[in-house]
């Protein structure tokens, strides 16, 4: 069936450096991946997403990049602040429309 | 504008008995679609409504049901609890849902326990 992996997991960096995380995918005709980032408490809330006709996109301090031929994404957040913990969830539209989520990853950044 | 509103919040039910969880999402949305979020296994689809139609559904068994108001509003009902039905329940809204899906709004959640 339709699948997304992501890793890792868990994710500890020190602030002011750099967090990576990827995610693939299954579905070759999936065309749209969002990134959510769910606080302690609260619901996911969309960070920042990308279409299948874009290989790259940023935001400030996030960027996501996409490599439809490998069928996986990555999400980099550069100069990491406490404020940036949380859990990172990465998803991929299956064929019916509806949003296929990643396990999710703990991102703890330490002051 | 308001957020997509889930109630109850938290409740704690007993094997064998239902729970009925409600979702009112953002003014002028009309797709609500309920997610499952459990820590082993993420979020897992159940089901999508759209204009008081379910439009998708997720590999759920029967016993977790859902339907849409005229006013968008939404509603699951999970039968004959089972502990492994401790979860988060997630409700989120998007203006068109489906395959024109963009951002989802979700609301807060409501946890459910099952002792």
């Known amino acids: 069936g339709e699948n997304v992996e992501q890793h890792p997991s868990t994710l500890s960096v020190q602030e002011g450096d750099s967090a990576v995380i990827k995610c693939t995918y299954s579905?070759?005709?999936?065309?749209?991946f969002p990134w959510y980032k769910q606080e302690l408490g609260k619901g996911p809330q969309l960070i920042i997403d990308i279409r299948s006709n874009v290989g790259e996109k940023k935001d400030q301090r996030i960027a996501v990049t996409l490599n439809k031929t490998a069928k996986h994404f990555s999400l980099h957040i550069t100069e990491t602040q406490p404020e940036d913990s949380a859990v990172y969830f990465c998803a991929a539209r299956g064929s019916q429309g509806n949003l296929i989520f990643g396990k999710g990853t703990k991102l703890s950044v330490k002051p | 504008k308001a957020g997509v509103t889930q109630t109850p919040r938290y409740l704690i039910k007993t094997r064998g008995q239902q729970v009925t969880l409600s979702c009112s999402p953002i003014s002028g949305h009309r797709s609500v679609s309920w997610y499952q979020q459990t820590p082993g296994q993420g979020l897992q689809f159940l089901f999508e409504?759209?204009?008081?139609?379910?439009?998708n559904k997720g590999n759920f068994p029967g016993r977790f049901s859902g339907r849409q108001f005229s006013n968008s509003r939404s509603e699951m009902n999970v039968s004959t609890l089972e502990l492994g039905d401790s979860a988060l329940y997630l409700c989120a809204s998007s203006p068109w849902g489906g395959r024109d899906t963009g951002e989802l709004f979700f609301g807060e959640g409501s946890r459910l326990t099952v002792l």
């Open positions: 579905d070759s005709a999936s065309n749209y």
């Open positions: 409504y759209f204009s008081e139609t379910q439009r």
